[in-house]
């Protein structure tokens, strides 16, 4: 199916998390300090080396235990960009269709996302199986989630129209870009040149408020400024970067 580019307004709206919702790559949280399974990361979101490829060995590398999926959590929710949930919150006011697709770890990125307001359903990565002791057994080895390309083939089914921006910060995102109207890089944590170079808009300021004005029209903004007792007037006074 040919690209549909085109700028807002948009039925949907899909985040990546990691390095996009959060300032953190969750994988890495399960161990200490751990290079090869950092050099991993780094490999496969600046799209050296397929997904799939690495996806197992670094589980394999941190052996993690179900406890750490709470603690992740708790990460993700400790280190989240400014602004997040009040862009989420203003793009459900807007009857947005919001979504998370990730390649992190479901049992962590759930959490994280219900929190911010993303209904548990809209919330996608790939879950994990552990021993009734808490050992991990196994990734979801069918996972979209868990290969390249797999998560444009995950947008594709999800929103076959293909009228939803996406926001994101590596290769794995810039790879579902066809499968959006619009592909907003989010570079102010992880800035990675291919993926800038890809991007429909790059935003690089570390609040969400600056990402608002590329994911809804100017009618929509003016719904948001109108909502009783300036619920998001915080966030649309930032969306320049001028102070609330
Ligand atoms: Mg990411």
Redesign the pocket.
Known sequence: MARNAHGPPFAAVVF?????LSTI?GIEELTAEHPEIAALTGAA?EGRVPLEEVYGRRLELAGPVAADMERIALRYAATTIEGTADLIAALHHLDKCVEIV???LLPAVRPFGVQLGVPSARIHAVDLRFDSSGAYVDYDRRSLLARAGGKRELLEERFPAGDVALV???A??LEAKDACARFIAFTA??RRPDVVAGADVVVDRADHAAVLPHLVSVDELEVLRAVPGGRFHGLLARMDGGQP
Do not use: A, L, P, R
């Open positions: 990546d998390c990691d390095s996009t790559e979101m990730s390649g992190g994101g910060d590596g794995t995102d944590v992880e």
